[in-house]
């Protein structure tokens, strides 16, 4: 009797976690590698054993860490038999040529894990092409050792023989594949900007963070938006941007980005930096971090160090100390807030506390943006009154019934005020003094800042 085939789940990939923690290294209150093992779990691994660390003041040039300490590992290796070991740290194509001979097993360094978690999630064609030039850029000094197989050739060391033929074309075929990937990253990103450009007249607000923050939660509970969230680190590669209707009415724009970590592989920075402009050029920029995290503090740093990498010395305007429903101390939310000087905002995005003080944060910025108007415009002039009520403030609201015109007191930005002039009924008229003079709302001249 046969049976229908079922799919059956890829088994977890069994693997070893160790590394070596350096004095500039932050302490990490569930241990040197409970990062490295959370990623591991993202990556669809599973760690066996307890995990090999090592304190040292510099690396050992031939293997990293000591000669003893990889002799732990080994014995761990014959006692587990994993499929790879797992450094928490970036390793050069010589160390991991040793400790894959020593230890008899692949080795996969910190840089290698986290691109191959980014391979995994993207989905985008802009955020695939990224992950792929990242580790191409990372591949590229690591070609030689795809080879030793063809090392023992006739002729000069290292001048001829077809392991340096074949060594040369994988070299060509891949600078020419990161030349074709740049080119269409700058198409892609150059798209972008102009999508970026055509939403100007819109008040963006940008959510930035250490990953696993809560931003995506965050952003699909105040724009009812529907993106993929899970306890996971980089569950969010590309950039999302949603409108966002504030409870006064107007509308912003949110944005949300891929998540930091410490010690980011540099290739990745570089390959994302288009990705992360979008968001850092908004009108207000957000610093979510998860006040329940024991090491808040440390990756509020990391992220900090991330965008001065990106030269981009950028204050943020409000932070958001998130997850506050799951503090087990109080007193910690007041420490991670402690010399900000921006509007710090304690909230869950989970349960919803706090997010009406976020709005009003927002409506506030808007407020210094805009400006108070009373505009009145014919019943029939529907469009406009749409526009006003759906990007402008609408503080009164009124029915003029001797000239059948509505009346409205609104704050309303100037982007906004000029797209009304431009686009509404010629019969639109405005007063700025308190409704003592009316006259007609046209667009003020643009007087460019050179002039």
Same mark, same amino acid.
């Given at each position: 009797?046969?049976?229908?085939?079922?799919?059956?789940?890829?088994?977890? &990939?069994?693997?070893?976690?160790?590394?070596?923690?350096?004095?500039?290294?932050?302490?990490?209150?569930?241990?040197?590698?409970? &990062?490295?093992?959370?990623?591991?779990?993202?990556?669809?691994?599973?760690?066996?054993?307890?995990?090999?660390?090592?304190?040292?003041?510099?690396?050992?040039?031939?293997?990293?860490?000591?000669?003893?300490?990889?002799?732990?590992?080994?014995?761990?290796?014959?006692?587990?038999?994993?499929?790879?070991?797992?450094?928490?740290?970036?390793?050069?194509?010589?160390?991991?040529?040793?400790?894959?001979?020593?230890?008899?097993?692949?080795?996969?360094?910190?840089?290698?894990?986290?691109?191959?978690?980014?391979?995994?999630?993207?989905?985008?064609?802009?955020?695939?092409?990224?992950?792929?030039?990242?580790?191409?850029?990372?591949? =590229?000094?690591?070609?030689?050792?795809?080879?030793?197989?063809?090392?023992?050739?006739?002729?000069?060391?290292?001048?001829?023989?077809?392991?340096?033929?074949?060594?040369?074309? *994988?070299?060509?075929?891949?600078?020419?594949?990161?030349?074709?990937?740049?080119?269409?990253?700058?198409?892609?990103?150059?798209?972008?900007?102009?999508?970026?450009?055509?939403?100007?007249?819109?008040?963006? #607000?940008?959510?930035?963070?250490?990953?696993?923050?809560?931003?995506?939660?965050?952003?699909?509970?105040?724009t009812g938006a529907t993106e993929f969230v899970a306890d996971m680190p980089? %569950?969010?590669?590309?950039?999302?941007?949603?409108?966002?209707?504030?409870?006064?009415?107007?509308? =912003?724009?949110?944005?949300?980005?891929?998540?930091?970590?410490?010690?980011?592989?540099?290739?990745?920075?570089?390959?994302?930096?288009?990705?992360?402009?979008?968001?850092?050029?908004?009108?207000?920029?957000?610093?979510?971090?998860?006040a329940s995290h024991p090491d808040a503090t440390q990756q509020m740093a %990391?992220?900090?160090?991330?965008?001065?990498?990106?030269?981009?010395?950028?204050?943020?305007?409000?932070?958001?100390?998130?997850?506050?429903?799951?503090?087990?101390?109080?007193?910690?939310?007041?420490?991670?807030?402690?010399?900000?000087?921006?509007?710090?905002?304690?909230?869950?995005?989970?349960?919803?506390?706090?997010? *009406?003080?976020?709005?009003?944060?927002?409506?506030?910025?808007?407020?210094?943006?805009?400006?108070?108007?009373?505009?009145?415009?014919?019943?029939? *002039?529907?469009?406009?009154?749409?526009?006003?009520?759906?990007?402008?403030?609408?503080? &009164? &609201?009124?029915?003029?019934?001797?000239?059948?015109?509505?009346?409205?007191? #609104?704050?309303?930005?100037?982007?906004?005020?000029?797209?009304?002039?431009?686009?509404?009924?010629?019969?639109?008229?405005?007063?700025?003094?308190?409704?003592?003079?009316?006259?007609?709302?046209?667009?003020?001249?643009?007087?460019?800042?050179?002039?």
């Amino acid at each position: 009797m046969s049976r229908d085939p079922a799919p059956t789940a890829a088994p977890h &990939e069994r693997v070893i976690i160790c590394g070596v923690v350096f004095p500039d290294f932050p302490v990490e209150t569930g241990g040197y590698l409970s &990062e490295l093992r959370a990623l591991v779990a993202a990556s669809g691994g599973k760690v066996v054993g307890t995990g090999v660390t090592q304190k040292r003041d510099r690396p050992v040039p031939a293997t990293l860490m000591g000669k003893g300490k990889v002799e732990e590992i080994k014995e761990e290796v014959d006692l587990h038999e994993p499929s790879a070991v797992v450094v928490d740290n970036d390793l050069s194509p010589a160390q991991v040529r040793n400790l894959e001979e020593m230890l008899g097993c692949r080795v996969v360094d910190r840089s290698e894990l986290i691109l191959d978690i980014f391979a995994d999630r993207a989905q985008t064609r802009q955020a695939c092409l990224q992950v792929e030039l990242a580790q191409l850029e990372y591949l =590229a000094p690591r070609l030689r050792r795809m080879w030793t197989h063809l090392e023992r050739t006739e002729g000069a060391i290292g001048t001829r023989g077809p392991g340096e033929t074949q060594l040369e074309t *994988d070299r060509r075929l891949l600078r020419k594949r990161v030349r074709d990937l740049k080119r269409e990253l700058d198409v892609i990103e150059g798209r972008k900007r102009r999508e970026v450009a055509s939403r100007i007249t819109g008040f963006t #607000v940008g959510l930035v963070g250490y990953t696993n923050a809560g931003k995506s939660t965050l952003l699909n509970k105040l724009t009812g938006a529907t993106e993929f969230v899970a306890d996971m680190p980089f %569950a969010t590669l590309d950039t999302r941007t949603r409108r966002w209707t504030l409870p006064d009415g107007r509308l =912003a724009l949110l944005s949300d980005t891929v998540g930091f970590l410490q010690r980011l592989p540099h290739h990745l920075v570089a390959s994302f930096h288009a990705t992360l402009e979008e968001t850092l050029a908004a009108d207000l920029l957000v610093h979510v971090v998860d006040a329940s995290h024991p090491d808040a503090t440390q990756q509020m740093a %990391a992220v900090v160090k991330v965008l001065d990498d990106l030269s981009h010395h950028v204050p943020f305007q409000a932070l958001a100390l998130n997850k506050i429903d799951e503090v087990q101390d109080p007193i910690a939310l007041h420490l991670l807030s402690d010399g900000f000087e921006g509007e710090v905002i304690f909230m869950s995005a989970k349960t919803g506390q706090g997010l *009406d003080r976020l709005a009003e944060v927002v409506a506030q910025h808007l407020d210094t943006r805009s400006e108070f108007l009373i505009l009145r415009l014919p019943a029939s *002039d529907g469009k406009s009154l749409a526009y006003l009520r759906g990007h402008g403030a609408v503080l &009164e &609201e009124e029915w003029i019934e001797e000239s059948e015109q509505y009346q409205l007191r #609104v704050r309303l930005d100037a982007a906004a005020t000029a797209t009304l002039a431009r686009d509404g009924d010629s019969k639109l008229r405005v007063s700025r003094d308190e409704g003592e003079t009316f006259e007609e709302l046209v667009p003020k001249p643009h007087r460019p800042e050179w002039a």
